[in-house]
């Protein structure tokens, strides 16, 4: 078909040449931020007197003809086309004559499609943000209800001491609070107008970027306009925010799956996001949560697949930076189905608080606090440390835990030893002496509960 940039060549493009060179199929997802950035730049173009009041009306009332006839269905898009740019260009001219062959003055696709891909992050990453901020919710529930359910914590995956599950919990709020405040900051940068540095160089025309810039809800302009064309740092940082979030979705999800083991059961998934095996009966699978872990890595190599892509690339566009587009695409998809699966996974997840409380009553994980209760006594930590681990030894060569030893038995290994070292070693008094700052115990749970409601807050 006839090439709208058909001019200095004539003949027809090979069609393997144009599908390989063809965007459209993905980045017809932009068309709403095309045809909203098209309508801002012909109000700046008759502001400005570049073209006519009349002439710009036209224009406006076509694209907006667009818009909604795409959003209806009635218009479809057309996949001969090169890109979402020409094709929405293309549709105007058709409906309204040679006027649409003006939209495109003091303009260029290299300054377009940085414009919408920054309108698109942005709309996206706030998107995302109010799901994190509903998983971070959804967390805060479960730590609320969790605040005196104790389970060992652990470090090496060995029962390492006495917390709370809201403490647990609690940790994957600060982590999601972090991903939301590095997503508000990256929108910092995705908020600077590109739009008016045309092709690389500014144009000739009498432009008011800063009017187009403010009429698309941008902070500021883009100072430099290679840099304006040039510049995906904003699709890296989105991508490299949305990396550590599916991190931190990862690791919990390990957890999830973990938990949900016969080996552990101290959680249970709805059956609404589980699955059944074919052929054992018995199973009920944490495949949602497999999948979010999995889901991890095509997230990663979107982020290397772009910095790779950018990173031996001349000034200023080149075509290598349509490669953008599908791991952005696929990013912003895998967030979003991620964020909308875990949400209600874990708001409908029960607890099991006797196993919990059984697993942390077996792995001597009060061994510190009887160091500590010692060390309290005057005994130096250190030889505190070596009396307890002792004490851990026989309990485990005679099948006992601490607290069946009898207070003569204790005493064999120190005098300072009295009665009160039973309710020392208990697992409520090891988690509620715990009050140190971001510590477990359900005083310390609360504050934190306290701090991430107030960072979540608009
Ligand atoms: N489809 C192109 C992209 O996504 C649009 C910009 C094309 N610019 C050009 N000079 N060929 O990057």
Redesign the pocket.
Known sequence: MAKM?AGRTVGDTDKIADDFN???SF?SRMYSEDIEGSIAHATMLASQKIISDEDAQILIAGLEGIKKDIDSGDLAIDFNC?????FVEQVLTERVGDVGKKLHTAR???D??ALD?RMYLRKQSNQIIAKIKSLIEVIVNQANTNKYTILPGYTHLQRAQPIVFAHHLLAYAMMLLRDKDRLSDTIKRINVSPIGSC?LAGTTYDTDRDYEAKLLGFDEVALNSIDGVSDRDFCVEFMSACSLIMTHLSRLSEEIILWSSWEFKFVELSDAYTTGSSIMPQKKNPDMAELIRGKTGRVYGNLMALLTTLKGLPLA?N?D?????EGVFDTVDTIHKCLDVMTPMLDTMTVNADNMKNAALKGFINATDLADYLTKKGMPFRSAYKISGQMVAKCISVNKVLEDLTLDEFREYSELFELDVYEAIDLNTCVQKRISKGGTSTKSVEEQIAYVLENIKE
């Open positions: 940039w063809s965007s459209i980045d090169e890109d979402i740019h020409m260029s696709r290299n377009q499609v891909m092709a566009y075509k930076m349509q490669e953008d587009k």
